[in-house]
């Protein structure tokens, strides 16, 4: 997976492991969501960023932050950086969305039998 223009590991939140840090890392992303309709000026920044630095840390250990972001905090790259990631994770619920309709029964079409 790459983010912000760094390689990190390939993650899959179909693992359980993985999908229990990813459920901690949505809380984080709601507050970070609330953060930035209120929160203003370098209080603010430092705030959110923070934020952000701990979804990354959860997901990819401690120090993903430093290797992603280096010693910069900026808001504009943070919420790309932490864009590119959800995105990545929305390609692999579309994978998974794919494979079960795949397999799932059409309701209209049992009720035909």
Partial sequence: MKVNGVELEDI????????????????????????????????????ICKSIFEVFNTMFGEGADKKIFGDRVNLMTCLKALEEFLLQINEQKKEINKFS??????????RKK
């Fill in 12 to 47: 899959d939140i179909y693992d359980l492991d993985v999908a229990e840090k990813y459920e901690d890392a949505m809380a984080r992303i709601s507050e970070i969501q609330e953060k930035v309709k209120t929160l203003e000026g370098a209080q603010g920044i430092r705030t």
């Fill in 101 to 110: 309709t795949k397999y799932s029964p059409n309701r209209a079409q049992r």
